[in-house]
């Protein structure tokens, strides 16, 4: 739908959602882009999220690449996205994987699905355009909870410079890093980020299943 699409906003949609099922704390697990929202979440909300696990996050403004930048233009994105938004969705997603062999046909088919659904490429040119990441990395030093960075050597979409810088920046923050492992280690280093991962919610008892 219409709307806003900036980590804030998403933030506070994921907020309103636990309130109606009544959690009150709570670990949050987010990927790529999900972990600006993740850590917007945890800023509008410290004394509620326990805890932080971030794969490959997108979550600097440096991390922003000139086609985002362009497209926030008015007239220019709309151009943009409509000459190159859904050419070839499963040949962009081989650039995320240390091995594209490894790529399950069943996300494919999911990915390729999701871009034909009506408002979609709307919708991705609102997010582009909202990510005002800038402001919202400024904040990352105030964040209380601890977090976990889960990170692919390999990523070419979210470099793993970008992962120790926010590493540096966030106060509680530890690093673990998958070699032979691009955007997904869930997928590309399921066991390993996995056992990581189990191993830092156990931590608490407020851990969303």
């Not at 919708?123 to 601890?146: E, G």
């Amino acid at each position: 739908p219409a709307g806003d699409y900036s980590p804030t906003a998403q933030a506070k949609l994921v907020a309103a959602l636990l309130d109606k099922l009544e959690i009150k704390r709570f670990a949050v697990v987010a990927h790529s882009w999900g972990s600006a929202v993740g850590l917007a979440l945890a800023l509008q909300h410290p004394d509620r999220v326990t805890r932080l696990a971030l794969y490959d996050a997108w979550a600097l403004d440096e991390q922003l690449p000139p086609f985002f930048r362009w497209a926030q233009t008015p007239g220019l994105g709309e151009l943009l996205l409509a000459l190159y938004y859904d050419q070839h969705p499963v040949d962009r997603m081989t650039h995320a994987f240390y091995d594209p062999a490894v790529i399950p046909q069943a996300l494919a088919d999911a990915v390729t699905r999701a871009l034909k659904r009506p408002g979609t490429k709307r919708a991705a040119l609102a997010a582009i355009r909202s990510q005002n990441l800038a402001a919202q990395q400024q904040h990352y030093k105030d964040v209380t909870a601890p977090v976990l960075l889960l990170w692919g050597a390999q990523d070419h979409v979210a470099a793993l410079h970008h992962g120790r810088k926010l590493q540096s920046l966030l106060p509680h923050a530890q690093l673990r890093v998958y070699q032979q492992c691009g955007h997904f280690p869930m997928i590309e280093a399921a066991t390993a980020s996995g056992s990581d991962l189990r191993r830092f919610l156990a931590q608490d008892r407020a851990v969303i299943r």
